[in-house]
């Protein structure tokens, strides 16, 4: 623990050592008196002067408390003459730098002896005498400001100060006047180490260079210290005192007041009177006061919480901040008593000084606690102030926006609310979409307009323009400058609206939007920089803001077919319509027939093909007749081109049809003669026509042909009698060929059986007499084919394949072995059949071909059981259907 010096006893020389448990020890320091004592701070030193000897130069000895000699006591390390020389006079005051390299000694004769090098020892000790006055010393002080080292000198009439760090010391006077002895000090780091100087009516603060600040004090000063942040004053003050009061005499007596400055929060801190104060020291974190009574008081600095509850019941809420502040108190409990401050300020009706209050509690005290108490209408300034400060610190939310905008309308303060909103983009301290709703409700449309457009809030600023404002023009300009994608969007979103009141401009711009769209003042460099496709949008999606509006409509569709031709197949088929609907209504002829003409030319553009069904209905829905057969002709859609005219009696048409798609679909004159043989009218002409086809390609039975004319009763025999003499003369020449052919086939039969019984029965005689091979006279060993062929051995064993082929014959045999191998694959094929017979003009052939082939016999395997009657049923039913029904249709 370390000990604090007492005041030092002049009996016998002996210098004091008071500890903590006021126990205090001492030891001889000199044999006569000590007069000055030194401790430093940072450093176990002690500086003391003394004498020894009366009328002998005082004598100034450096201790170390650390280390003892031999009798126990501070080891003296240093012993050299205050004065330098044997002048007589008195030392004044002492001061020692806390490095240990500078000592500064005062005298009554005016003169300051400075000594530079290590205080402790002698050797690299040098002595300088800086001023040689007619003033006593009365107070001695260093600064250290960074490497320059200064030296405060006070007598009673001025005050100097000196530069130490460089050569032949360079002074400044900073005042002309002084102060007593004890009546100077230096401050702490707090006040920049300033020096003190106390006089009778103000205390003074100086810099080396310059006089600071000074505060008035009255009173005779005696004795000033600084401690911790306070300036301790004992003045004498005389006062009158009753000291007899049975008998209530006054008399004057002397008191000394220990008083106790702030000077950081400028207010006093503790004062008290004393009797004959003798010092006041410093030490382990208390005060000591001593008396001439021998008596030590003790005054102990309150904990800041109770300073400052102490102010708050004197409702010193000012000092209470000050004094926070200056101990360093954390932003909650400066929060705190801005809070207090404020409640107290409010309950006094000083509602502008309570909200300054409450806005410095920002970010510490719920703002609801504030609002809460000037929600009056009265107080809405007020509250203005405070929301006002909440949203410059980043601080409001969604709510206190929309308070505060709710103040500046109720206020009607229009400058206020744009002050507010045409903050600079890094200095927005609000929800930006909560402000233009709130604007929007209050009326403010131009305010929130503005906002919207400033932090581009498109579509809130498309809102307030086309469903507030009413200014369409000023929309569709907007969304022109707008990036291609919310471009887009806004145009599906707001598009009907702006085509119902700009219908032109409107236009215009989904032309440039489905086209090349490029954003108003961007150049075309920045749009070929994003990338290689262009911003087009899909025009189809936007035929439904056109609803109320087809001249519009038209004017769009044409516009994208011509300058993009893979346009959507929607607006094809829009524009179709749009067309046919014009044709429709149309009553000019010469009108008429040019819409005529641009419906088809759009049909026939090919760009239906996807989507024929759609364009077909068009058509038919506006009895487009040129448009539904060829939309017909281009589905292939034949049978409906002859339905459609025989629906309208265009018997001409029938027939041309027939004619024109007789050859893709044969089927077509069998249902113009079934149409025609439904007709009660002559049409004898068109069923002759239709019968020469028939007969001409042999399309239909004769016997159905005849069936299908019975029941028209204008179709007389004289119709069809070429066409029925025809069919018999062909048929009759059909028998007798197949008469002829079954003739030869038998010829050829028996031949051939007469043959094969003739190798069974009898030998074979080989009398070829050359190889059949090389040709070259056969020699034995030779090989002989009951074919009639021969072979040299040595030919056969060459090109032979098998030892049981002819290699002549086998080549033939070959093809025959494979087109029996080629029919008996060809034996289920059901399928090819089926198309074959529906396709072919002579079906019977084609099933007489197929029982060539063995398609129809029974198949018997090992497993089965005997064929009996019942085997013949096990064709399958449906394919003898089909055969009966084509044999009929084409025997």
Excluded at 44 to 56: K, N, P, R, Y
Excluded at 303 to 316: I, P, V, W
Excluded at 414 to 443: C, M, P, W, Y
Excluded at 600 to 619: E, I, N, P, T, Y
Aim: charged letters at 25%; aromatic letters at 8%; a negative charge.
């Amino acid at each position: 623990m370390k000990e604090f010096l007492n005041h030092i006893a002049h009996i016998e020389g002996n210098i004091w050592f008071v500890p903590r448990t006021l126990q205090p020890t001492s030891f001889q320091a000199y044999k006569l008196r000590v007069t000055h004592l030194y401790q430093l701070k940072q450093h176990s030193i002690l500086v003391s002067v003394g004498e020894d000897e009366l009328g002998i130069n005082p004598l100034v000895k450096v201790w170390n408390l650390e280390k003892r000699d031999s009798s126990g006591n501070p080891l003296c390390t240093r012993i050299f003459s205050a004065i330098p020389g044997n002048k007589p006079t008195e030392v004044s005051c002492l001061t020692v730098h806390e490095n240990l390299n500078y000592m500064a000694i005062g005298f009554t004769d005016g003169s300051v002896v400075l000594k530079k090098g290590d205080i402790t020892r002698d050797r690299h000790s040098k002595t300088d005498v800086l001023a040689e006055g007619t003033y006593p010393i009365t107070g001695l002080g260093f600064q250290q400001s960074g490497k320059q080292t200064h030296l405060f000198v006070v007598t009673t009439e001025n005050v100097k100060s000196y530069n130490v760090s460089l050569k032949e010391f360079p002074m400044v006077e900073l005042d002309n006047h002084g102060c007593s002895l004890r009546c100077s000090a230096l401050c702490d780091p707090s006040q920049d180490n300033q020096l003190i100087v106390a006089g009778d009516d103000c205390v003074y603060l100086y810099q080396p260079d310059e006089r600071g600040p000074c505060f008035a004090f009255d009173g005779q000063k005696q004795i000033v210290h600084w401690y911790r942040g306070y300036l301790l004053i004992v003045s004498q003050e005389k006062k009158a005192s009753k000291t007899d009061l049975v008998g209530g005499n006054e008399q004057s007596s002397e008191k000394q007041i220990l008083t106790i400055y702030d000077l950081d929060n400028k207010f006093i801190a503790y004062t008290a009177a004393f009797d004959d104060i003798v010092d006041v020291l410093s030490e382990w974190g208390s005060l000591y006061v001593l008396t001439n009574n021998r008596k030590i008081s003790v005054l102990q600095e309150k904990d800041t919480q109770t300073k400052l509850e102490m102010l708050f019941k004197k409702n010193l809420f000012v000092m209470a901040i000050n004094l926070a502040k200056s101990h360093h108190l954390d932003n909650d409990g400066l929060a705190d008593i801005f809070r207090q401050y404020g409640d107290h300020l409010y309950v006094k009706g000083d509602h502008d000084g309570a909200i300054q209050q409450y806005i410095r509690t920002i970010g510490k005290l719920e703002p609801s606690y504030v609002i809460r108490k000037f929600l009056d209408a009265q107080r809405i300034h007020n509250l203005t102030a405070y929301l006002q400060a909440l949203h410059r610190q980043s601080l409001a939310n969604e709510d206190h926006t929309t308070l505060l905008l709710n103040c500046y309308t109720k206020l009607k303060d229009s400058s206020k609310l744009e002050e507010f909103i045409k903050t600079s983009d890094n200095e927005v301290h609000f929800d930006v979409e909560t402000a233009i709703k709130v604007l929007r409700q209050a009326g403010y449309f131009r305010h929130a307009v503005y906002l919207a457009d400033k932090h581009s809030h498109h579509e809130w600023y498309l809102k307030i323009q086309l469903e507030d404002i009413k200014n369409y023009q000023e929309a569709l300009c907007y969304i022109g400058k707008l990036p291609f994608d919310q471009a887009e969007r806004n145009m599906k979103n707001y598009g009907k609206t702006l085509m119902h009141h700009a219908p032109d401009e409107t236009t215009e711009l989904l032309k440039i939007l489905c086209t090349d769209y490029r954003a108003s003042g961007e150049l075309p460099a920045e749009t070929e920089s994003a990338g290689r496709n262009k911003n087009k949008a899909n025009s189809e999606e936007f035929i439904s803001i056109f609803a109320n509006n087809p001249r519009e409509l038209k004017n769009f569709l044409e516009h994208m077919i011509q300058v993009q031709a893979n346009s959507p197949q929607g607006v094809y088929d829009t524009l179709l319509e749009l067309r046919l609907q014009d044709w429709a209504h149309e009553e000019d002829v010469q009108v008429k027939k040019q819409l005529q003409e641009d419906a088809m030319s759009l049909l026939k553009s090919g760009l239906f093909k996807a989507v024929f069904d759609k364009a077909l209905v068009l058509c038919q829905m506006h009895n487009f007749k040129d448009g539904v057969l060829y939309l017909y002709e281009q589905g292939r859609l034949y049978q409906q081109i002859m339905h459609y005219h025989m629906q309208n009696d265009e018997y001409a048409k029938v027939i041309e049809t027939c004619e024109r798609y007789g050859e893709q679909e044969a089927c077509l004159w069998e249902q113009a003669l079934g149409y025609f043989a439904r007709k009660e009218e002559d049409c004898k002409e068109y069923i002759s026509s239709v019968l020469r086809h028939i007969d001409r390609n042999n399309l239909m039975p004769p016997l159905l042909v005849v069936q299908t004319l019975a029941h028209n009763s204008t179709a007389t025999l004289s119709v069809i009698k070429d066409y029925l003499i025809n069919k018999l003369q062909q048929e009759s020449d059909h028998i007798a060929e197949d008469e002829r052919r079954i003739k030869q086939y038998r010829e050829e039969t028996k031949k051939i059986q007469e043959e094969i019984e003739e190798l069974k029965s009898s030998a074979k005689i080989f009398q070829k007499p050359k190889c059949s091979m090389c040709n070259s006279p056969l020699e034995l060993p030779s090989v002989h084919f009951l074919c009639g062929h021969s072979f040299h051995q040595h030919c056969f064993e060459s090109y032979a394949e098998h030892d049981s082929e002819c290699p002549t014959c086998m080549p033939e045999n070959r093809k025959v072995m494979d087109m029996i191998h080629a029919q008996e694959q060809k034996l289920d094929l059901h399928d090819k059949f089926q198309h074959q017979l529906k396709c072919s003009k002579d079906g019977f052939s084609v099933i007489a071909d197929y029982f060539g082939r063995g398609v129809f016999n029974k198949l018997t395997l090992i497993t089965d059981p005997l064929p009996g009657r019942a085997g013949t049923a096990n064709l399958d039913v449906g394919l003898q259907r089909d055969l009966l029904i084509h044999t009929k249709r084409t025997s």
